[in-house]
């Protein structure tokens, strides 16, 4: 595979079959009791896991001060950075739309300022490559080849007396 050009493995990993699987983030709320909440999946799988954040917003009982929620992961080098995502106050910005805002677990989400509660939502997503091929995809895939070969592309006929 060492090989292989880029776009050759992304033709590959395509034509594998993939399963996409959709979970709500469980209840996650930040509040003066709760500062932070960690999400973590189990590493001994071989699926793609996706935190897809979908909503920052105030709840019940907020007061109108400014919440600074920050969000803490690690970048492509494995170092772990922290990045502010929202600063929500009751009064003029008491939601945020984060529109799919796509992380890799795991996450830390810290209210780094105000008392709350802050209620996030999203999706986490787990996405299976299978590295298995059927017989009948190989199979497919040979007789597509067979027929490119059985049938040429021949030369346009020349009509006479049309230009």
Do not use: Y
Not at 54 to 74: F, P
Not at 109 to 131: A, D, E, W, Y
């Amino acid at each position: 595979m060492a090989g292989q050009s880029m776009a050759a493995r992304e033709r590959d990993s395509e034509k594998r079959p993939r399963t996409l699987t959709l979970f709500s983030l469980p209840g996650c709320e930040l509040s003066g009791h709760t500062r932070s909440f960690t999400f973590k999946v189990e590493e001994e799988d071989d699926a793609e896991h996706v935190l897809a954040l979908t909503m920052l917003c105030l709840t019940e009982g907020a007061k109108d001060e400014c919440n600074v929620v920050e969000v803490v992961a690690r970048n492509h080098d494995h170092q772990e950075i922290a990045v502010p995502v929202a600063n929500l106050k009751l009064s003029c910005q008491p939601m945020l739309s984060l529109d799919d805002f796509q992380l890799q677990p795991p996450v830390t989400f810290r209210l780094k300022s105000g008392s709350g509660p802050v209620r996030i939502t999203g999706r986490h997503q787990i996405v299976t490559i299978s590295n298995d091929v059927s017989e009948e995809e190989s199979e497919e895939e040979g007789s597509e080849e067979e027929e490119a070969e059985l049938c040429p592309i021949l030369p346009a006929k020349k009509q006479g007396g049309r230009f």
